[in-house]
C-alpha cells in the first residue's frame, strides 16, 4: 500500500462552503494562533503570538505535495483559500505557495487577512498574485481600532488603510472588505459614517457585513441583527452586502448546537476533522476548537488508524 495515501492531512482541509467563496479549499501556513491582531470577535480565540515579523513557519514544498495530491485525486473547488490558524501574510514564501500552486491546478486563488500588513511593498507584491484579496476593516478610528481589533504595537488603522489604498492601486484583481460589526460598539451612526469614508478612500470591489454568527473571542461580543445590518448595508451603498445574520440565541447555545451536530456524526461513524468539516460544512478551525472541547470533557476518544486520527464517541457517553 502506498504510505503517501495514508499520510496524515496537515496544511490543508475541506473543500468546505464558504458564504463568499462557494466550495473552498483551504491551506494553512501560519501556526494557531500568531496573528498582528487579537481581534475580539476572532472564533479561534484569543491570539497566542502577536506579531509583525514575518517569518517561514512551514515547508512550502510539502504544502504544495499535499495541495497536488489532492487536485490529481480530482477535488472540487471553487477557490483555493489561503487563511486558517492566523494572519498568513505573515508567512514570508506565500509568493512562493501562489507561484507553486499555479502550476498544479487552474482553481483560482484567495486569501484572507486582515490586510494590517499591506503597507509593506513586499506583502502587496505577493498578494497582488492572487486572484481575490478578502481584507477586514472594522472601525473607523483609532479609538475603536484598538478596542475591536487589539492590534500589535507597530499597526495602526491608518497604516491598515493607506496600505489597502496602495494596494488597490496596483492590484487588478478583486478586493472584497469585510466589515465586523458588533452591537453597541461599531454601529453607531457616527461610526459608520467614518467606516464608509475609509471604504471610500479603499475602493473595494464588494464590501461584506459580519457580525458574530460563531462563538467569540470574547464574552460581551454582540451579534448585530439583520434587520440593522441590512441597514447599515444601505447606509454604506453600492456594492455592499450582508453575509453574516446572528444566531438565534446566544453565542454559548450557538456552540452547543454544533457540538450536539458533531456528537450526532459520530455517533453514526468514526470520523476525522475532515470528515466533519465536509459533513457539517464547518471550518477546520471551528471542528477542531469543539472536539478539542469534546475530548476534554471525555465525550469522544481518538484512535489513529492509517496515519489518520479518528473521533469515536466512547462507549459510556452514547
Request: hydrophobic share 35%.
Amino acid at each position: 500500500m502506498d504510505a503517501r495515501k495514508n499520510r496524515k492531512t496537515t496544511y490543508t482541509y475541506g473543500p468546505v462552503p464558504s458564504r463568499r467563496l462557494g466550495l473552498s479549499l483551504g491551506v494553512d501556513i501560519v501556526p494557531a494562533k500568531i496573528c498582528t491582531l487579537d481581534c475580539v470577535y476572532c472564533q479561534l480565540g484569543r491570539t497566542t503570538e502577536k506579531s509583525t515579523n514575518r517569518r517561514d513557519f512551514v515547508d512550502i514544498a510539502a504544502v504544495l505535495a499535499e495541495l497536488r495530491e489532492k487536485v490529481q485525486a480530482g477535488v472540487k473547488a471553487d477557490y483555493i483559500t489561503i487563511g486558517g490558524s492566523g494572519e498568513p501574510t505573515l508567512n514570508c514564501r506565500l509568493g512562493d505557495l501562489i507561484d507553486g500552486i499555479r502550476t498544479c491546478t487552474d482553481i483560482p486563488v484567495a486569501i484572507l487577512t486582515n490586510g494590517t500588513l499591506l503597507y509593506r511593498e513586499d506583502v502587496r507584491a505577493e498578494c497582488a498574485k492572487a486572484d481575490v484579496v478578502v481584507p477586514s476593516l472594522d472601525a473607523g478610528d483609532a479609538v475603536v481600532f484598538e478596542a475591536v481589533n487589539r492590534p500589535a504595537v507597530d499597526i495602526t488603522i491608518e497604516k491598515l488603510v493607506s496600505g489597502l489604498e496602495q494596494f488597490r492601486r496596483e492590484f487588478p484583481g478583486q478586493i472584497w472588505l469585510e466589515v465586523f460589526l458588533i452591537g453597541e460598539v461599531n454601529t453607531d451612526a457616527e461610526q459608520i459614517k467614518k467606516i464608509r469614508n475609509l471604504i471610500g478612500r479603499i475602493r473595494p470591489d464588494k464590501v461584506h457585513l459580519n457580525t458574530a454568527v460563531r462563538p467569540p473571542a470574547e464574552r460581551g461580543v454582540r451579534a448585530v441583527s439583520r434587520e440593522t445590518l441590512e441597514a447599515i448595508a444601505r447606509q454604506i451603498g453600492e456594492h455592499c452586502e450582508v453575509i453574516g445574520e446572528a444566531p438565534t440565541g446566544s453565542s454559548d447555545r450557538h456552540g452547543r448546537r454544533a457540538q450536539a451536530d458533531i456528537i450526532s456524526m459520530l455517533k453514526r461513524r468514526p470520523c476525522s476533522i475532515q470528515d466533519i468539516c465536509t459533513g457539517l460544512g464547518m471550518s477546520y478551525h471551528e471542528v477542531v476548537k469543539h472536539v478539542t472541547s469534546l475530548q476534554e470533557s471525555g465525550a469522544i476518544r481518538l484512535e489513529r488508524q492509517g496515519g489518520i486520527a479518528y473521533f469515536f464517541m466512547r462507549s459510556d457517553a452514547r
